[in-house]
């Protein structure tokens, strides 16, 4: 029970970090999330996107697996009606480069 959590490095099959961190920027995603290394990503709307990898759920509903994740930044009121997430225009490719960005962080 007092162990160090389990290590979780999800593969984002096409997902390209460097690319995932620019298009964070592109789609202002730090305007609502507080992201590592993303100039101005200080928003206060969204939760912080710093441990991705040890959340055992996205949106507090949905397991955190790569796909469930990309389906999320896609279209997040698809999956989840009540999110206050918008639907920003994230192209699925883009997506995969956003997961892979925030799957890196520690």
Known sequence: ACAD???YNPEVPQGDPQRGRAALVQFDCGVCHVIPRVTGARGMVGPPLDSMRRNVYIAGKFPNTPDA????????PALEPQTAMP???????????????LYSLD
């Open 5 to 7: 959590e389990p290590s």
């Open 69 to 76: 994740l990309v389906r999320f930044i896609v279209d997040a």
């Open 87 to 101: 639907n920003v225009g994230v192209a699925e490719h883009q997506a995969r480069d956003i997961a892979a960005y």
